[in-house]
């Protein structure tokens, strides 16, 4: 977004040549796996090799085993394994996807001449093109597989789901099954998220401990009572752009999904349900299927088309269900078919968050807990009492395709995106006032003008070293931008809920972090304010809390930093390996800079983060190889200097550190100027892209 802004107002940009690294596929897909499963499977392996700003491109004749839809679940998933991109060639199999798309004729026969006056198309006899480096991956030996529990590279085998799941969370938790049938009466709000209200044949649902009765906890829904633990599935969701934009996995779950009713399952009541599709033509084509009322009668209703439970927007789940949690430190989990999974993103009640394919979503809604090993136990109980099992349930990749072939047409792209940019009544009726300026709504709680230009002169400030800086976040490993800048609900006891409370918003009416990133009073109180973020400079505690120095005062990091602002005290961040991992989220630097933090020091960087650090003007730093904040015995208590700024900084310069600890010992060591480009020197030196665009108008 941040760049983006600069390439709006017509400034170049700029990207380093990557290194690119060949990933050879050999083989086809197993019956039983999915798309899913290979990305899965891809994401694992990529993260170990480590492809941090590179290109990867997939090659090999396992690519005439995957169709567009597959190809593009894989490469839709780059920023999660790491890369600046993954990359398909254009083939024979692109042109027929653009043929049944609806794309016309002219344009399919362009892609094509195109693509081969410029060495572009893979053909058969085609040599393979030469790679800075290859690796080789054989498709025939993927399982069906999930990933979690807080990070997209943590691949589980389905089998292994229940043994890792316990070894994680110390439980031993089982789930009763007994079969819930739905009802029509009863319907409310939360129903129409998702989540299944209707009659019980016994008294109640369980998750229960076997071994440890003490441990159930009772829950009512509406009619249903049950008793939850550790292990249980909160929230099942099909969603993302990734998997909801392929037909094949969407197919297979309407599929299981009526199966699963015609054997008597259901989705257990605790489970908040949700269909979130990438596509309005994935609905079209489930409908004409006869597949989408399946998932209806499942309560996968569909939600909205976008961005949903997959960045947090999954919406309350049912008082008693969260009462239950949070008074009892339950761990629950949720299912969905998205591509992240960090912490505190999906819902701040679920600590574990699993991805899987949609079939497979739905499969774990029935069965309504994480720790069950599908080959070994019933999803639950269906008719007469007869255990199902997944295998059951599950489709074939004959019945998929039989579907698929009959269903698909050129005529239901088009028709639904012959009007795609005329735009809704809602979006049509919006009032737009004509004036050159934005018309400014200083009562707006959505909407405010951001400070980014307030202090910009015409001449371009000399840059200090910084002096005296005191650690606002001392952290770990793998910080993602969710942790830095949560895109989910805002909780009210948190700096930005006080913010709303004291502007007259009710909490009922917050909103999320997400909705109100037009905000910068918001979004900068949300910074580092994750639930789940771990400052070490505060062990006993997690979320955005810090020790102020000198006082040794545990505040809010808000506060905390607001403090140092008024002090005059420069602020730095101190990390890991893979600091901002995840997603391109430019508020994760931009609240950083409103913070005041004028540097990060951090074992390794992810490539956008780090960018997007340099383009608001805070200084990426990295330990030198083999050092870090433990094998310094850092920790966070210090006064820091970091000299060689003001003198000739350049690309990749060497910069000098110098520690201050109590007693007056001091501690030095070197770091490496993460600014990687001629270009984004440019940008820090104006004090970000924003100030630099503003000079050069």
Not at 102 to 122: A, D, H, I, W
Not at 307 to 321: E, K, W
Not at 657 to 662: A, C
Request: proline share 5%; charged share 20%; aromatic share 8%.
């Amino acid at each position: 977004g941040i760049e983006a802004g600069a390439v709006m107002l017509g400034r170049p940009y700029y990207l380093l040549t990557p290194k690119v690294l060949g990933l050879r596929l050999k083989g086809k897909l197993p019956e039983g796996t999915t798309a899913t499963d290979l990305v899965l499977h891809i994401t694992e392996i990529l993260r170990k090799r480590g492809v941090v700003g590179k290109f990867v491109e997939f090659f090999g004749d396992g690519l005439s085993n995957l169709g567009v839809e597959e190809r593009a679940t894989v490469a839709n998933m780059a920023p999660e394994y790491g890369a600046t991109m993954g990359f398909f060639p254009v083939d024979d199999l692109t042109l027929k996807y653009l043929r049944l798309t609806g794309r016309s004729e002219e344009v399919v026969s362009l892609v094509e001449r195109y693509t081969k006056e410029q060495g572009l198309f893979r053909e058969k006899n085609n040599e393979y093109p030469v790679f800075s480096e290859t690796i080789e991956f054989d498709i025939s030996v993927v399982e069906p597989s999930v990933a979690g529990p807080s990070r997209p590279q943590e691949r589980i085998p389905l089998f292994q789901v229940k043994e890792v799941f316990r070894m994680a969370s110390g439980d031993t938790c089982k789930l009763d099954d007994k079969p819930v049938h739905s009802s029509p009466v009863d319907k409310n709000r939360w129903e129409q998220e998702g989540g299944l209200f209707g009659t019980i044949d016994s008294d109640s649902e369980t998750g229960i401990c076997h071994d440890d009765s003490d441990n159930q906890i009772n829950i009512d829904i509406d009619r249903i009572s049950g008793k939850l633990n550790h292990g249980a599935i909160v929230i099942a969701s099909i969603t993302s752009c990734t998997n909801t934009s392929n037909p094949s996995v969407l197919i297979g779950a309407g599929l299981l999904a009526k199966k699963a009713l015609s054997l008597g399952l259901s989705v257990k009541p605790w489970v908040k349900t949700s269909f979130a599709p990438g596509s309005k033509v994935a609905s079209c084509y489930l409908e004409k299927a006869g597949l989408l009322s399946y998932l209806k009668e499942l309560k996968f209703n569909i939600v909205a088309y976008g961005c949903a439970t997959c960045i947090g927007n999954s919406g309350p789940l049912h008082d008693s269900v969260t009462s239950a949690i949070n008074e009892n430190g339950l761990v629950v989990a949720s299912v969905l078919s998205g591509n992240r999974n960090f912490e505190g993103r999906i819902s701040p009640l679920t600590r574990a968050n699993f991805l899987a394919s949609p079939p497979l979503v739905v499969a774990y809604a029935i069965a309504g807990r994480i720790d069950i090993n599908f080959e070994t136990e019933p999803l639950g109980l269906g008719n007469a009492g007869k255990p199902v099992y997944l295998h059951d349930i599950w489709p074939s990749s004959e019945e998929i395709k039989t579907i698929l072939e009959t269903l698909l047409t050129p005529a239901m792209f088009q028709g639904e995106y012959a009007t795609l940019f005329e735009g809704s009544a809602e979006w049509k009726s919006l009032p737009v006032t004509k004036r050159a300026l934005y018309n400014w709504d200083d009562e707006s709680t959505y909407i405010k003008n951001p400070p980014f230009f307030n202090d910009v002169t015409a001449e371009v400030p000399k840059h200090k070293d910084i002096k005296n800086a005191r650690v606002l976040a001392l952290l770990g490993n793998s910080v993602t931008t969710d942790h830095i800048s949560p895109a989910g609900s805002i909780p009210p006891a948190s700096p930005a809920g006080a913010y709303l409370i004291g502007k007259g918003v009710a909490p009922g009416e917050f909103n999320s972090f997400g909705s109100r990133r037009g905000n910068h009073e918001v979004m900068m109180r949300g910074t580092f304010g994750n639930i789940r973020i771990q400052n070490r400079l505060v062990p006993e505690r997690t979320g955005g809390w810090t020790i102020l120095f000198p006082e040794e005062k545990i505040l809010s990091i808000y506060d905390a930093s607001m403090q140092y602002k008024k002090d005059g005290i420069p602020l730095i961040v101190i990390a890991g390996r893979e600091y901002g991992t995840g997603s391109s989220r430019d508020w994760a630097a931009k609240g950083t800079a409103l913070l005041g933090i004028k540097a990060v020091i951090a074992e390794s960087f992810e490539r956008i983060h780090r960018s997007n650090l340099v383009c608001m003007g805070v200084l990426p730093l990295q330990f030198e190889k083999g050092e870090g904040q433990d094998k310094l015995k850092l920790d966070g208590t210090e006064i820091y200097n970091i000299t060689g700024i003001e003198n000739n900084l350049y690309p990749g310069k060497k910069l000098s550190v110098t520690v201050g600890r109590k007693y007056g010992i001091e501690a030095r060591f070197e770091v490496t100027a993460r600014i990687d480009s001629q270009a984004e020197l440019n940008y820090f030196i104006h004090g970000g892209i924003l100030p630099y665009v503003l000079r050069n108008l």
